[in-house]
């Protein structure tokens, strides 16, 4: 496979700047609803949206620490694998100590899931995790990978 450039060349090295080549899909009953929760609780930044409709059959969510989401109503079939069903997932979100801080505090404060309260994990993370109103789970933290 040949590289056509890096990652400093693309964006300078800096996270934010790089495009993202893994695009989870996630499907919602209420994928409008999903959306908004998404950006106005995590911050993230949505970049397109195709409606069907009332329903959304594609929609872009750029995670502004680098990475992005692709969401779509459960009911609009297409490219959808056989069927996915709404609210099947796991996310983790990767970004610093005082934005997972913050965003915890901002979680405290809605009606969501908690699975694991904000803690030090084994790993070296400081990490949370919920379940949306869907049921996917989103876990914060500041693990970046090995």
Do not use: N
């Not at 989401?69 to 490219?79: H, P």
Request: aromatic share 10%; hydrophobic share 40%.
């Amino acid at each position: 496979m040949e590289q056509t450039g890096t990652a400093t060349e693309a964006g300078e090295g800096t996270a934010a700047a790089r495009p993202s080549a893994v695009w989870p899909t996630l499907r919602y009953t209420d994928a409008k609803a999903a959306i908004a929760f998404l950006c106005e609780t995590f911050g993230f930044r949505q970049t397109i949206e195709v409606p069907e409709g009332d329903l959304v059959a594609h929609a872009e969510l750029v995670w502004p620490d680098g990475g992005a989401v692709m969401i779509a109503s459960a009911a609009v079939d297409e490219g959808a694998p056989d069927p996915l069903p709404a609210g099947v997932g796991a996310v983790y979100l990767v970004t610093s100590e005082d934005r997972v801080r913050t965003l915890w505090e901002r979680v405290r404060q809605l009606d969501v899931r908690v699975m694991f309260e904000l803690h030090e994990a084994s790993y070296g993370s400081t990490t949370f995790t919920i379940r949306d109103h869907e049921g996917v789970y989103w876990t914060i933290g500041t693990y970046a990978g090995a």
